[in-house]
């Protein structure tokens, strides 16, 4: 009935009731309009292509022939047209079932409701001397009845939890992943007492998606550039196939899955797609169609349409080609260094720790000048939804990139259409500035427009950078007068630039931190409003205080801990819940990744107050892991589960971040590491885009069976004595090359097979051209090489090496198959990795040598903690080393071996119980329910002398009959307690 309603209004007539009266139209030819989503995880792929395949040369003649934007539109028309009925005739389309019978409502529940149905029958019928007692028995039945639904629901929800078997399930998103479900129109009404989905629906596109007041048209530069070369086979492939398979489709229904097997069997097809629209300049119209799925913003009025996140589904067949240009243009930019180094967000390589780091280097720089210190955070409202398309095209007309690449983007700027559906149809708007949330191109082309202010010259002692649309405007000055007239100044400046551009600050979030003993900060004003100070600023997720002593972000990550902490106690109890295993995953995983986020600017050497802080918001979960008693000691606890002490594992964390991605010289009592000798990690594109290897250049299937013309054979190896490189050159059945090196014991297997191929490939180079290959028995090693945009720097040479020399063939080969010239290789590897005089090849450390330093210096640290603590002796007697693997007890056995758990010893010390003394009149402690106790016979052991009892307890530990009985006593007396507990009467 709720589809069928056409329009509603609110009446103004006087009414018998409280209330106005609503007059609700109802219609029954509205219908429910939703687009189409098909279950394509479910196969009959094949099936697909089959009714594709018909249509497929007339697609290809369609899109030869077309000359203009209107030919073009049209035969994109035609593809969405021929895949949605090959679809249709495909696939199931799916049907979401919006209330599920839940798990705990049972038969009984069901009878017992009807039962309450017919007893509130009975008492409306009874008569009146007769219905009050009636309508009271049947309100104490309803409660009853609402008891049992209670406890049905906590015993279903924790029977759910407790047999769930992946840490990952729907309880986990039910617990920590909180479903933001897409908006109700209704809520957006507005107060409005008359109106319709429609209606509604357009006024909120209106407000959304305003048009620009007036629209500044750029005086037109015509590109003096070439154009850029067609998509190439591999660069598309390499797009699709990265395409994830959960994302939701546009408006067509068209998935990811269903363009990955078009492509895979028809690539061809989107290849003349894309590159006639590269040709033609022109972006096609279907695939600018959004479909708005709008997010309540946490905290927002749900009653105002700027509280509402826009996301925009669009087609995915205009994303594959929006990510193809995307990359040529972010490829172009980079080349002709049209970006600004101070800009650190959605670019290759760089990172919010980078962007971090640089804000704290600039402020420690003016701090020790002696100077006063101000950073100021600027907030732009809704930069991507209010950006201009007159000035992105501005920008991209001064970019240099070729020319067909600006006209593209300057071509997908226009026609640009939103659809917000309705139960009356879909309500349709332009979009003629911003770009959508959800597109492809959206950052990289608010970074062209962004590049304007941040390479302006800035008054003296003052700097910028940005990440994304968060800038931060950082000056400093001996005075406070001085430091006024530099940030105002800076302002100014900042101001054109966004009045050039027709954005604007939003004041109320703009604020600045004032590092400075000065009571007074300096007067800062923006268009006439004021700008607060604030006592610390957020900036990409870490809270920077005046104080710079990071008291304000631990005390934001204390309570993200307990929000987390919470939601971890939703499916793991004392006795029910999710298994250890996965308790400590969820830690490990969740936790320990939120509060190690920016952990490279305030732990790289934590002090004391803050490792304590850390292990306050650590020992929580220690304790909902394990499911101990709450005054077991914390040091035990990490012991046992495994996991070191927060500080210390956000700090090798930082560590590493600082080796790896920033690559910062340490301080000597931290590491002695040299980052220059670590290994970099390479980013953004050594060649254009478009250039990939050949598909008959490399094979991974084996090539064993090649045995004719000239082979190259690899090998790598490393033993306990150093690790070894080599290659054998073999013609027919003679060697007639060799070359082996050995490599620094530090240095992996990997290193040593990629840079035998490199070797091998640079001697292919100097042979005379020839048809030959190269055979390598690690197929890592191979797939590096034939990635353009390899993060490892020799797979790059190896790469830029065989795209000019398409003769070089590699190929896979089984290792130790008999093979001659494999097995020569790998004897000259390890020849050259036992000999210790050998000449060696010097290579920067790998990450896993860094990673492996890092962890051992963690766990000497965490050892000589625990050595020298004073707490936790019991559990240090029988786990003395410490290690990141946990013990695996049961709870039961973390109660017995901790000593605190349902035993009138330990109970009575924390004055829990009257005594100590268990019912048969000895000391109730641990060992004495478990060797001698007249009460729990069925579970005893061995008892030990008083000396021997150290030894005892590791025995019992070790073994797991002896901890399965531990495991059944501590059942016993749990469920026993009024037993073994004398009576204090």
Known sequence: MIGEIANWEVLEEPSLSDHHYIEITIDSSVKNCTFTRYKTRHGNHNIFLKNLKPHVNSLLRAFRNSQNEKDINEATNLLQNCVIEACNKSYRTKNQNLSPTPNWYTQDLEIEKNRLKALRRRAQRAPQDHRNARFQFHKEELKKYMRKVKTAKNSGWKSFCTIAANPYGTHYKAAFRKAIRPAELIALNNQDPSGNH?????????????HPANSNSSTYIPPCTANDCPFTKGEVATVIHHLSKGKAPGPDGIDNIIIQQIFKKFPFLLMELFNTCLKLAKFPDPLKVGNIILFHKHGKSKTEASSYRPISLLPTIGKVLEKLLTQRLNFHLEKNNRLSN?????????????????????????????????????????????????????????????TNIVNIFKNLLQNRKVILNTCEGPAIRDQKQGCPQGSCSGPALWNLVANEILQENWPINTS????????????????????????????????????????????????????????????IRWQGERIKRAHAIKYLGIYIDEKMNWNTHLKAQSTRATHLYHNLLKIAGKSWGVPLTHRRTLYKTVTERVLAHGAVAWCLEPTVRIARKLSTIQRPFLLAISGAYRTTSTAALQVILGIPPLHLQLQRQAL??????????????????????????????????????????????DGGNINTGLRIYTDGSKTERGVGAAFCVLTDVNITHRWSTRLSLRNTVFQAEILALLKAVEHAVSLPTQQLTILVDNQASINSAANPKS???????????????????????????????????????????????FPETPLELPKSFIKTFLRQKMLATWQMAWDDGDTGRLIHNIIPKVSLHPINWTRNEVLFFTGHGPFPSFLHRFNLAETSFCSCGEIGTPIHYATVCLLTTSYHMAPPSQQHQPIWFRRVANNSTSRRKIHNLLHFLQRETSLIRPDPN
């Open 198 to 210: 429609l209606k509604i629906a357009q006024d909120i596109l209106e407000k959304i998606f305003p």
């Open 342 to 402: 101070l800009q650190y967000g959605f670019r290759e390589g760089r990172s919010t720790e980078m962007a971090i780091t640089k804000l704290l280097d600039t402020i420690h720089k003016g701090k020790a000048s002696g100077d006063h210190v101000l950073v100021l955070s600027i907030d732009i409202k809704g930069a991507f939804d209010n950006i201009q398309h007159s000035a992105i095209s501005s920008y991209l007309d001064n970019s240099k990139c070729p």
């Open 464 to 523: 910028i950078q940005a990440f994304a649309d968060d800038f931060v405007l950082v000056s400093h000055a001996p005075t406070r007068v001085q430091l006024e007239s530099q940030i105002n100044d800076s302002i100014a400046k900042f101001s054109t630039w966004t009045s050039k551009n027709q954005l604007q600050i939003s004041a109320e979030k703009t604020n600045y931190l004032l590092i400075s003993k000065l009571v007074r900060g300096p007067t």
């Open 656 to 701: 590493g971040t600082a080796l790896f991605r920033l690559r910062l010289p340490l301080s000597t009592n931290v590491s002695d590491i040299d980052p220059s000798e670590i290994e970099e990690k390479a980013s953004g594109w050594s060649t254009h885009p478009s250039e990939h290897l050949s598909p008959t250049q490399i094979s991974l299937d």
């Open 791 to 837: 993060h490892n720097s020799i797979a790059r040479k190896i790469f830029k090496l065989l795209h000019s020399h398409p003769h070089i063939r590699v190929s896979w080969i089984k290792a130790h198959a008999g093979y001659i010239g494999n097995e020569e290789a790998d004897r000259l590897a390890k020849e050259a990795a036992e000999t210790e005089n």
